[in-house]
């Protein structure tokens, strides 16, 4: 196998234009086959039929199948509870000798819809509006999908001698937390190594401008439960020497935070240091913040975005508004998200997090600390061969230079891929744009991006065919 870091050579020629006229000539094709795939509601979630995730794959299979890459197959490993896990299709090409081999990730599993009265279009029909494609999955992460597709096919038509070793993984769980990925990568681990991984599955910089993700931040959640009371009482009989637990709850999670809205749990990693920075106006209008809030943290909006712990709590289980008693709620329980800086070990901040939970002044309440999820962080050098190839071929596709961002979100599975091939270099890219809205209602795809994904990841397949062992 080539070390991509001694095998890039830098660019001998300008892009051709053949790639970029195999592209266009094939995008009405390309997008119709990625309507087809958003019609199919595969959610690797217990509570979603999995007939449908099955479906999602095997439309997936018979994409992949059409390449002639070699036999593809539908692969599944046992979850640590003994349930199988998400389905993943897999075809591997072998690499032409003294050619490397490149590993072509994306997840054909979507999240749920969510209340689709939300919605301005049904989520499971991919509609256009004004350039962009809307329906769940259409940019997350089934474009990603047909990112890989699409450009293989125009490298295939347009070079005779292809000779740079291809694997496909399309893995069927991602948007459950990925529970099998590492246990498949270890039983499949001579099908899927690699010399370079492109993981199509983050972000650009905004419409228009293509970018490269080198950092993430990494994970870690808990689920914390505050109990007061054994059962409900009457809050006119009892209320006054007991607080409800929401009120010690919301007393607890107001310690997450110090005046400045920065998190201020102890034994938590920052860094400073982003390379670029983040116009506040521009982050407004991105994450659709309401007039007259201020924004939280100190420090540049990037780095606070990047190189920062956050903290959020996503869920908070209380009785209802229209379902409320004049009781005192004996429970309440809370999942905390925290997003973690490049170089935290989660576990050290899951550990911090529940040394801060339970040093919290709450009266004596019973309070109960369960993480349920750790990830590392990722970064990547931009020194590194095929990570300058890389960002060629952005520049090339889109016609402006790249930018090299971090991204505040999470994809755990990364650090799983750099321990078990780490011999690899890893590349994130993606298709996303900040208005994508991915994971939200409205999620939609620019099919201007979509194009350039398309001929940057056939430019970079292209250069990396060049390359010599």
Not at 127 to 147: F, S
């Amino acid at each position: 196998m080539t070390t991509p870091d001694t095998a890039y050579h830098g660019h001998a020629a300008a892009p051709g234009t053949a790639l970029a006229a195999a592209v266009d000539a094939a995008l009405p094709r390309t997008l119709a086959e990625l309507k087809d795939l958003v019609a199919v509601p595969g959610i690797a979630w217990d509570s979603f039929d999995p007939e449908q995730l099955q479906h999602s794959a095997e439309a997936v299979a018979g994409l992949v199948g059409g390449l002639g890459l070699g036999e593809v197959r539908i692969l599944r490993t046992q979850a640590p509870g003994g349930l199988p896990g998400g389905p993943a299709v897999v075809v591997r090409r072998p690499a032409a000798a003294g050619k490397p081999t490149i590993l072509l990730y994306a997840h054909h599993d979507v999240q749920p819809p969510g209340d689709e009265a939300l919605w301005n279009t049904p989520p499971f029909t991919a509609t256009e509006i004004d350039g962009r494609l809307y329906g769940r999955g259409a940019a997350d992460d089934k474009a990603g999908i047909m990112v890989h597709v699409a450009a293989l096919r125009a490298v295939l038509e347009t070079t005779a001698d292809f000779g740079l070793g291809v694997v496909l993984f399309i893995e069927g769980e991602e948007e459950a937390g990925s529970p099998t990925f590492r246990r498949f990568l270890e039983e499949h681990r001579d099908l899927l190594a690699a010399d370079v991984i492109v993981v199509a599955d983050s972000m650009n910089w905004k419409v228009g401008v293509p970018a490269l993700t080198t950092s993430l931040r990494g994970l870690a959640a808990a689920v914390v439960e505050v109990r007061v009371l054994e059962h409900a009482v009457h809050s006119g009989m009892y209320g006054g020497p007991v607080l409800d637990a929401p009120t010690l709850a919301a007393r607890l999670i107001a310690s997450f935070h110090d005046a400045e809205g920065n998190v201020a749990v102890e034994g938590l990693h920052a860094r400073e240091g982003a390379a670029v920075d983040y116009p506040e106006d521009a982050f407004r209008a991105d994450a659709a913040v309401v007039e007259g809030y201020r924004l939280a943290g100190s420090g540049s909006l990037a780095d606070r975005l990047w190189n920062k712990p956050a903290l959020s709590v996503i869920g908070f289980d209380a009785p209802s508004v229209a379902l409320s008693s004049n009781a005192l709620v004996p429970a309440a329980r809370f999942k905390v998200s925290l997003r973690l800086a490049p170089g935290q070990d989660p576990q050290a901040a899951l550990a911090a997090l529940e040394r801060h939970v339970l040093a919290q002044d709450l009266f004596g309440a019973q309070v109960r600390f369960e993480p349920v999820e750790a990830g590392h962080a990722f970064t990547t050098d931009t020194l590194a061969p095929a990570a300058r190839a890389c960002l060629w071929a952005l520049e090339q596709a889109w016609g402006v230079p790249a930018v090299e961002i971090g991204v505040g979100g999470s994809i755990p599975f990364i650090a799983d891929l750099a321990e078990i091939f780490p011999q690899a270099r890893i590349l994130v890219t993606g298709v996303e744009d900040p208005d994508s809205r991915a994971h939200g209602p409205n999620e939609s795809l620019h099919l201007g991006d979509f194009r350039n994904a398309i001929l940057a990841e056939a430019l970079l397949l292209a250069q990396l065919d060049g390359q010599e062992a």
